[in-house]
C-alpha cells in the first residue's frame, strides 16, 4: 500500500502485567508481524523500518511510547500506567531517552473522535471485546495470548480501514510537508501543529496584554443594531462567560456571545425562493484582510499561499487539489485561542469572531428590508425572497456593495421550492426544479461509514421531505438490520455499561429495540456517583449486537415502531407532522 511514495505501517500494542504484544502491518509487502514479550524482534522490526511511516489509533499519546519505553529497556506495563491510570503524558516518562528514538508516526485518530470501537461499529464491523482482562494479576496462557493477538490484529485492520476512508488527512499533511521542504518526521505533529510550523508561529502571544483590545473594523454600517456591537466594546462584559441577552433581529430571535452569534427560525417548514448567501471562507478571508494574528507569525506569506490557493481551486471548482488547502486554511485561525500553540493570539482570535458576526450582522441590516431571514450563523445566511422579480437585483445590489465595503465575497446558492429547519444546525434545503438538496445537521445529513448512526431514521426524515414517502413506509420496507443500528460509546467518566442489571465487558455497543418485552434496557455507570443513566436515544427494550452486522437481515424481534415514533418525534422537532 503506497501513497504518494510513502510507505506505512500499520500497529498496535496490548499491555499486561506480565506481557506484552504489538501486531504490525505492511500493507506495501503484505506482511503481518506478530511479537510477544521479545525485545529483539521488536529493536529487528523497527531497525529495519525506522525510516517508513508508523501508524496507529491513538499512537500520538500511547502506542509509540510503549514501543519506545521497550526499546529503552523499560517495563512497558510502567509506561502504560503512567500514561493510562496516572494520566501522563507519554513523553514525560523519560523524555531524553525518548528523543533518542526516532519514530515517524501519524496517529489516524483525529481530536473529535469517540474512539475506534465506534468507528468499528458505525462500520458494521465486530465490536466484541477480548475475554482476556487487561488487569490480570498473572503470565498469560498460550490461549489468552493468541486470542489477545486475534483482537488485536482485528483492531490494527479497523486502523486501516478508517485511515483509507479519510486518506484526505494524510495526504493534506505529506502535501504540505513536502511543498514547504520540511523534515518528514512532522507526520508526527497535528495539523495543527504543522500549521504553526508552516507559518512561523513565534510564541509571541504569550507576551500580549491586549486579550479584549480587539478592534470593531471602521467599514461596519449598524445602526437599528449598534447597540449589539455596543455590548462588545463595553469592558464590563469582557468575560468569556457573559453573552447578551436573547435579541431579535429581522423577526428572528437571536444570541450573541464571545463564541459568535447566529439565529434561526425553529420548528420551521415553508415554500417558496430561498438563497443561501454564504461568505467565502470568512474567517481565513478576514484575516488575510485585516492581517489578523500576522503578529505572531514570522511567515504570513505562506499562510497567505494556503489561503488563496483555497480560493482559487474553489473557483475552479476543483474539489481533488483544493482539499489540503481548504483542510489546512481552516485549521489555522482556531489555533489563536490555544495557549499551547505557537501561534496563541486571542485578540486577533477576538477580533475575527467579533467582527465576523457583526458583519454579517450589518449585511442582516441591510437586507431586512427586501427579504425574510430564515436563519444567521457563523459565515452565512438563508433567506426567502418574498418576490424574487422585485427583489433579487435591489438585494444582490446590497450584497455587492457590502462586498466592496467589507472586502469579502459571497458565494449565492438559489433554491426553489422548500425548507425545514429545526434549528440553526439542521436543516434541509430542497429546490423542486432541479432536485438539489442542502442537508445540514445531525438529524438530516448524509451519514457515512465514519457516522452511520441510526441511519434509518435519517433516511426516514429525508425521504420524507423530498419526496413525501411516510416514514412508516421507508422503516417498515427496510431489511437491512444495520441500518437501524445505534451505536453507544461510553466515556471515561463512566466505569461500564448494564445490559438490564447485569454489567457487561464492552464499553462500545451496537443496540436495537426490541419487541420482546422481557429484553432489558442499556445504562451506563458514573464513575463517581455510581448511578446509572440511560444510554442516549437507546429504547426501553433493546438486544445487542456487536457481531459483524453487514448482510444480516432484520430479526422478528426488532421493534419496527420504537423507529418509527423516534422518526415522527424528530419530524416534529422540524415543525411537520
Not at 195 to 204: F, M, T
Amino acid at each position: 500500500m503506497n501513497w504518494k511514495g510513502e510507505k506505512v505501517l500499520f500497529y498496535d500494542f496490548e499491555v499486561f502485567k506480565y506481557d506484552w504484544l504489538v501486531v504490525v502491518k505492511n500493507m506495501t509487502t503484505r506482511t503481518t508481524y506478530k511479537i510477544v514479550n521479545s525485545p529483539e524482534e521488536l529493536e529487528a522490526l523497527y531497525q529495519e523500518n525506522k525510516k517508513e511511516i508508523w501508524s496507529g489509533f491513538n499512537s500520538r499519546h500511547y502506542d509509540q511510547y510503549i514501543l519506545k519505553g521497550i526499546l529503552c529497556g523499560f517495563d512497558p506495563k510502567k509506561v502504560n500506567d503512567y500514561i493510562i491510570v496516572k494520566g501522563n503524558p507519554g513523553w514525560k516518562f523519560a523524555p531524553t531517552m525518548f528523543r533518542s528514538i526516532p519514530l515517524l508516526n501519524y496517529d489516524v485518530m483525529l481530536g473529535t473522535d469517540r474512539g475506534l470501537k465506534s468507528f468499528e461499529g458505525f462500520m458494521g464491523n465486530n465490536i466484541k471485546e477480548t475475554s482476556v482482562p487487561f488487569d490480570i494479576d498473572r503470565k498469560l496462557t498460550d490461549a489468552e495470548i493468541e486470542e489477545t493477538f486475534k483482537y488485536c490484529n482485528h483492531d490494527v485492520e479497523q486502523t486501516i480501514e478508517v485511515f483509507l476512508k479519510r486518506t484526505e488527512e494524510f495526504n493534506t499533511m505529506m502535501y504540505f510537508i513536502k511543498h514547504f521542504e520540511l523534515p518528514i518526521d512532522f507526520i508526527s505533529k497535528t495539523k495543527a501543529q504543522l500549521a504553526a510550523e508552516i507559518l512561523g508561529g513565534n510564541r509571541k502571544g504569550e507576551g500580549f496584554d491586549d486579550e479584549f483590545q480587539f478592534p470593531i473594523l471602521d467599514c461596519l454600517e449598524l445602526k437599528k443594531y449598534r447597540y449589539i456591537a455596543d455590548w462588545y466594546r463595553n469592558p464590563e462584559n469582557h468575560d468569556y462567560k457573559k453573552k447578551q441577552d436573547k435579541v431579535m433581529v429581522a423577526g428572528v430571535e437571536h444570541t450573541f456571545s464571545w463564541g459568535g452569534g447566529h439565529g434561526a427560525k425553529a420548528k420551521f417548514h415553508a415554500s417558496g425562493v430561498f438563497l443561501i448567501i454564504d461568505v467565502t471562507a470568512y474567517y481565513p478571508s478576514l484575516q488575510k484582510k485585516y492581517k489578523f494574528g500576522y503578529r505572531v507569525m514570522n511567515h504570513p506569506e505562506n499562510f497567505e499561499f494556503i489561503h488563496d490557493s483555497n480560493i482559487e481551486f474553489k473557483r475552479k471548482g476543483d474539489k481533488k487539489a483544493r482539499q489540503p488547502f481548504k483542510i489546512m486554511d481552516n485549521a489555522i485561525s482556531g489555533q489563536m485561542k490555544q495557549r499551547q500553540s505557537a501561534l496563541f493570539d486571542p485578540m486577533s482570535n477576538n477580533s475575527i469572531c467579533i467582527n465576523g458576526q457583526l458583519l454579517l450582522l450589518d449585511l442582516v441590516e441591510h437586507i431586512e428590508p427586501y427579504c425574510e431571514l430564515i436563519q444567521n450563523n457563523t459565515d452565512g445566511i438563508v433567506i426567502k425572497l418574498n418576490d424574487y422579480e422585485r427583489d433579487f437585483d435591489k438585494l444582490d445590489d446590497i450584497v455587492y456593495e457590502w462586498e466592496q465595503r467589507t472586502g469579502m465575497k459571497m458565494d449565492f446558492d438559489t433554491f426553489i421550492g422548500d425548507i425545514y429547519q429545526k434549528d440553526v444546525n439542521n436543516y434541509l434545503l430542497i429546490d423542486r426544479e432541479t432536485g438539489a438538496v442542502k442537508a445540514k445537521g445531525g438529524y438530516v445529513m448524509k451519514l457515512n461509514d465514519l457516522s452511520y448512526d441510526l441511519p434509518i431514521i435519517n433516511r426516514a426524515l429525508v425521504d420524507y421531505m423530498i419526496k413525501g414517502i411516510p416514514v412508516e413506509r421507508t422503516i417498515g420496507e427496510c431489511e437491512d438490520l444495520r441500518e437501524f443500528q445505534l451505536v453507544s460509546k461510553i466515556s471515561n467518566k463512566y466505569t461500564h455499561i448494564l445490559y438490564g442489571n447485569k454489567p457487561i465487558k464492552e464499553k462500545c455497543v451496537r443496540v436495537f429495540a426490541s419487541r420482546v418485552a422481557s429484553d432489558p434496557g442499556v445504562k451506563k455507570v458514573h464513575a463517581t456517583r455510581k448511578t446509572a443513566a440511560k444510554l442516549t436515544n437507546s429504547p426501553e427494550h433493546c438486544f445487542i449486537w456487536n457481531d459483524a452486522v453487514k448482510g444480516v437481515p432484520v430479526p422478528d424481534r426488532l421493534d419496527r415502531e420504537w423507529y418509527i415514533n423516534f422518526a415522527r418525534k424528530r419530524l416534529s422537532d422540524f415543525g411537520v407532522m
